[in-house]
């Protein structure tokens, strides 16, 4: 089965600091994702990516941004963190099926 | 607009009984349906997929489901759930098989002993 690794497992942060939620996959899929779940929402998908050096809106992209420097990997990045952004983010990598990582809980206080 | 409708964000079932989850999807084009499990403080984990063909799929733990154009549903039913289906269970929809998933708010399965 695909591996797709995010880390960190969690995060705490501060109000208006920076940052950056790494994934990566070992298994050669072209597509990307990032996604957010909170109660009541489901997961809601923030980026994607369709290979190296691309990177598009998904429906809640506002306050982050993406890059995928690499086959394998994919990161989101927040350059304000608010106390909105408290969620766990899922990293998701897509080939004949959708694969997720295990997430991260991050905090922002 | 796309979308994906679990009604019930809560089943209770009693250890050893039937279970059948609700989905119900909006969708324009031609969907491919999945069903996800994530169990607590994992990932998400492929259940059950529908792309095209025999409307009636197996899926992993004992799961099937049955494709319905019609209701625009994919209704996921088990014989007999043990306390280990435990988790919370979510529908999607998207355009291929590798596309952008578009996610139902998921149920909650508690299993009573």
């Known amino acids: 089965e695909a591996a797709v690794t995010q880390s960190p497992r969690n995060k705490v942060a501060v109000t208006g600091g920076k940052v950056t939620l790494s994934c990566n996959q070992t298994?050669?899929?072209?597509?990307m994702y990032w996604y957010r779940q909170d109660t009541g929402h489901g997961l809601r998908l923030i980026h994607y990516?369709?290979?190296?050096?691309?990177?598009e809106k998904g429906d809640i992209p506002d306050g982050y941004k993406a890059s995928r420097p690499s086959q394998e990997n994919f990161s989101l990045i927040l350059e304000l963190a608010t106390p909105s952004q408290t969620s766990v983010y899922f990293c998701?990598?897509?080939?004949?099926?959708?694969?997720f990582g295990k997430g991260t809980r991050l905090t922002v206080v | 607009a796309q979308s994906v409708t679990q009604p019930d964000a809560r089943v209770t079932v009693s250890q050893g009984a039937s279970l059948q989850l609700r989905c119900k999807y909006s969708?324009?084009?031609?969907?491919?349906l999945f069903w996800y499990v994530q169990y607590p403080r994992q990932g998400l984990q492929l259940l059950l997929k529908?792309?095209?063909?025999?409307?009636v799929v197996q899926g992993v733990n004992g799961f099937e489901a049955e494709f319905s154009k019609s209701n625009s549903s994919f209704h996921p039913r088990k014989a007999s759930v043990h306390w280990s289906d435990s988790a919370v269970y979510f529908c999607?929809?998207?355009?291929?098989?590798?596309?952008?998933?578009?996610f139902g708010q998921g149920t909650k399965l508690s299993i009573k002993p």
């Open positions: 298994n050669n899929h072209n597509n």
């Open positions: 969708y324009s084009g031609t969907p491919y």
């Open positions: 529908y792309y095209s063909g025999d409307p």
């Open positions: 998701a990598s897509g080939g004949g099926g959708v694969f």
């Open positions: 999607a929809v998207s355009a291929y098989n590798q596309g952008k998933l578009i």
């Open positions: 990516s369709y290979g190296a050096g691309s990177t």
